[in-house]
């Protein structure tokens, strides 16, 4: 099922990572599996590094708009990462499909997530986790 945040559709969205109204914007689109929330992708040449490879700092973003959207959609608030680690374990090409795959285990008033990017073939090419902090002063 596709999944949107909550202020999808105002004028004043303009995520970098998620609104399809930013034009140098990924304009990532979600679909809800329950137990996850997942995003699928495919970059071009503008947001490499070397040639023919995504900059890394591009998939940490798709990593943290998958997990702190799971988390926004969940409970309905903004939430703000408070923490997140990333690690590379594979290389993800230019002009290639992945996917990001996020995971949540909600608690003590912070939230946990983690996250992979998968290839086609589901090979695990970048893993991450988060913290996030629910907020509704946001």
């Known amino acids: 099922m596709t ?3 909550p202020w999808a559709g105002r004028a004043d969205h303009h995520c970098f990572g998620c609104s399809a109204a930013n034009p140098v914007g990924l304009a990532l689109e979600f679909t809800d599996h329950g137990d996850s929330l997942s995003t699928e992708f495919k970059l071009d040449k503008h947001y490499e590094s070397y040639p023919g490879v995504v900059h890394g700092g591009i998939l940490a973003v798709i990593c943290d708009e998958t997990m702190g959207n799971l988390v926004v959609m969940r409970l309905g608030v903004p939430a703000v990462t408070t923490s997140m680690r990333t690690r ?3 290389v993800v090409r230019v002009g290639a499909l992945h996917r990001c795959v996020a995971r949540a285990e909600f608690g003590d008033g912070l939230v946990r997530t983690s996250a992979e990017v998968l290839d086609p073939d589901g090979v695990v090419l970048g893993t991450a986790t988060a913290t996030y902090r629910p907020r509704s002063d946001v």
Do not use: P
């Open 3 to 5: 999944a949107t945040v």
């Open 88 to 90: 590379y374990v594979g």
